[in-house]
């Protein structure tokens, strides 16, 4: 049996105590230089968290105006207001933009940022009206719901999705970087990671955010309503002749419309389809697709793919066996 050598961790440890400020700082540098992980610090530094999460914010400002501030807005402000923080969200995203592709070695990284961010802001009027459309999907698909305000003010659905859409026009752009730190922040807020380059349509839902991931090449089709800790993933990754993931193949499943995926339920694979108006029961764990008009559920360690019944509901299923997918609903 090997014996810890007690007095040669003392001393280590009693040596790296004893470091003064300027010790750590060359010790620190050193690092920097052997081991990466620091910004690129000669021209090319990449957009920063703090500027990121501001951006983020102001664009909730701008797709729901007074819903966020801290004095009260009046009609008649909304237009000098809107004004000024469009001009302000496109001097910084414009910014953000060109540390972007400076990043990805764009040969006019400057004039490319301005045209971007004005192509980006073009998209606002109709990714509002598509936000629009999830705020209503949330106060439709959840009784506890009081107000479309209640959704718009407290629940994370609104903000993951919101700042999602906003990312997946920076993505299918060609903005590098910046659309995913935008989704990773509403991520860190929510607990939802729903990658930008994910297709979804309108009337999105998702109740309780917590856990659930969306992957890059996932679609999801108009009135999807899924639940905390569902995963829209990938089976395995194709790799090259050199063992690395090859990049920009579909692996992730496609939803159709007026779905239902309950909580933590699997669907795995870029093959995988959801056929429309099914019901996805909670646990569920699925590789393959399923046809329109179907519910998954486990009976037992069996799990069960069959055919809605004429106006079937969850809400509405009676039997024992069909009771355990859905008894967890909060």
């Known amino acids: 049996m090997q014996h810890l050598d007690l007095t040669r961790i003392t001393e280590e440890w009693n040596l790296r105590y004893s470091m003064t ?8 540098l050193t690092s920097y230089q052997s081991e990466g992980g620091i910004n690129h610090l000669d021209g090319i530094n990449l957009p920063s968290e703090e500027s990121v999460n501001r951006l983020s914010f102001d664009f909730m400002h701008l797709l729901f105006p007074g819903f966020f501030e801290q004095s009260p807005v009046t009609k008649k402000d909304v237009p000098a207001l809107t004004a000024s923080r469009l001009e302000s969200i496109n001097t910084r995203l414009a910014s953000d933009i060109e540390k972007a592709l400076r990043f990805a070695r764009d040969p006019n990284p400057s004039a490319n940022a301005r045209r971007l961010a004005m192509e980006m802001l073009a998209h606002m009027p109709e990714i509002r009206k598509i936000v629009q459309t999830d705020v209503q999907a949330a106060y439709q698909g959840d009784p506890a719901a009081r107000s479309t305000e209640e959704i718009i003010l407290a629940y994370p659905c609104v903000l993951v999705i919101s700042l999602q859409r906003i990312a997946h026009v920076l993505y299918k752009l060609g903005v590098p970087i910046l659309p995913r730190m935008i989704t990773e922040h509403a991520h860190e807020r929510t ?11 309108t009337h999105f839902f998702v109740d309780h955010c917590t856990g659930v991931v969306v992957g890059e090449t996932a679609r999801i089709g108009n009135h999807v309503k899924i ?3 569902v995963t829209l993933g990938a089976k395995s990754f194709e790799v090259d002749g050199d063992g690395n993931p090859i990049k920009g193949v579909k692996r992730h499943p496609d939803i159709e419309d007026h779905t239902t995926i309950y909580a933590h339920a699997t669907i795995l694979g870029g093959d995988t389809k959801i056929g429309a108006h099914s019901i996805i029961g909670a646990n569920v764990w699925l590789l393959e697709s399923i046809p329109v008009n179907s519910i998954a559920y486990y009976k037992g360690d069996n799990l069960v793919v069959r055919s809605r019944r004429k106006k079937e509901k969850a809400v509405e299923s009676r039997r024992a066996d069909e009771m355990q997918a859905w008894d967890w609903v909060i």
């Open 227 to 229: 639940y905390q800790g």
């Open 191 to 201: 607990g939802a990671d729903i990658h930008p380059g994910a297709q979804i349509g």
């Open 21 to 28: 400020l300027d010790e750590i700082k060359h010790a620190l």
